[in-house]
């Protein structure tokens, strides 16, 4: 298993003693004994535990390894990925620790790992490669997708909410309530959630809102949608639910109320439909600009954020089967379609 390293007050206490670097470097060279090529320390920083970021996580480490082979470097990440698990304090501190490590780039997975790595690399300079970032622009992060403008840029899993509410509406043309599921404090969250209301205006359909910032809350959300009797569930690309998921998906499975989300994740873990970009390619991407700033010497000033094109229905068949809806229109609607049953983690 690759290691999770949790800040801790330990290992502050351990940041302190280390000689705190002014930017990145250039790379340090291996002992000549054990080869010439050069090491780049790669910060990797998780913002929680959930399928779609474990998903882009694996893929930058299985990318920067054949890059390295290929290009004869070491990605040394080892020892540097980290996991905030949703706290604000801890990521704080794993952002102070690895400026203290002296890392050449730092790679933040969502968007609130990202705005907090921004903050502490804006004095050092410190490379910022940021993965499944909804709407960089919005949350501060860059000053356009073309032209970020600073030490930062990466990869978007900007979302189609469109797309998603066109699906809704195809397998049932009845629906008249739609339920809006959310953190409200998510950033990701609030582009797509307006997005949604207005498609909702614009067609008549009445909606609710209920959100959480807690596991807890959002079971308890779920649960307000069941009795205000909706008839669909949309989720934008919300980490807070997409962590609940696999503990609210049979709430709507047995009210045979469909979710519709802004990720495939969250059809592996039960929901009827993940709607969104292939999370492995865009681990892939953000890969593949660490090392053109690394190995290539590229500024992320000039480097455009990197987007996929959504176009991956993803539908749950053991849900599908519960709530009792066709879901074969999908494939005329969208690039690919594809299929899961109810898992926690992709194989």
Do not use: R, W
């Not at 933040?108 to 490669?129: C, K, L, S």
């Amino acid at each position: 298993m690759k290691k999770k390293v949790v800040a801790t007050i330990m290992m502050a206490v351990l940041a302190a003693s280390s000689v705190v670097g002014c930017g990145a470097s250039n790379g340090d060279e291996k002992d000549s004994s054990a080869g010439s090529d050069k090491v780049y320390k790669v910060g990797i920083v998780q913002y929680v535990d959930d399928a779609s970021l474990n998903q882009i996580e694996a893929a930058i480490e299985k990318e920067l390894d054949a890059k390295g082979k290929e290009l004869g470097v070491t990605f040394d990440y080892g020892d540097y990925v980290n996991n905030g698990q949703a706290d604000s304090t801890v990521l704080g501190q794993i952002a102070t620790d690895l400026v203290a490590d002296d890392v050449d780039v730092i790679i933040p997975i969502a968007t609130p790992a990202a705005m907090i790595m921004q903050n502490a690399t804006e004095d050092n300079q410190i490379p910022v490669v940021f993965s499944a970032v909804s709407d960089p622009v919005s949350a501060g992060l860059v000053d356009s997708m073309d032209a970020p403008g600073a030490n930062i840029t990466g990869t978007s899993d900007a979302l189609d909410t469109e797309a998603v509410m066109k699906l809704m509406m195809a397998a049932n043309p009845d629906t008249k309530k739609v339920g809006l599921l959310y953190n409200k404090s998510q950033d990701s969250s609030l582009k797509a959630i307006e997005e949604a209301k207005d498609f909702c205006d614009k067609n008549n359909l009445e909606y609710v809102e209920k959100t959480g910032t807690t596991n807890d809350e959002i079971m308890l959300a779920a649960d307000a949608l069941v009795s205000e009797k909706v008839d669909a569930v949309f989720t934008p690309t919300d980490n807070t639910v997409q962590v609940a998921e696999i503990s609210i998906f049979e709430k709507f499975a047995d009210a045979k109320i469909p979710h519709y989300a802004g990720a495939d994740s969250f059809a592996l873990n039960g929901a009827f439909c993940g709607y969104g970009v292939n999370y492995e390619e865009l681990g892939t991407k953000t890969a593949d600009m660490v090392v053109d700033v690394l190995v290539n010497g590229k500024k992320p000033a000039e480097m455009p954020v990197q987007t996929l094109d959504n176009g991956i229905a993803t539908v749950n068949t053991e849900t599908a089967e519960a709530v009792g809806l066709d879901y074969s229109v999908f494939k005329d609607m969208c690039e690919e379609l594809k299929t899961t049953t109810t898992k926690k983690e992709f194989e």
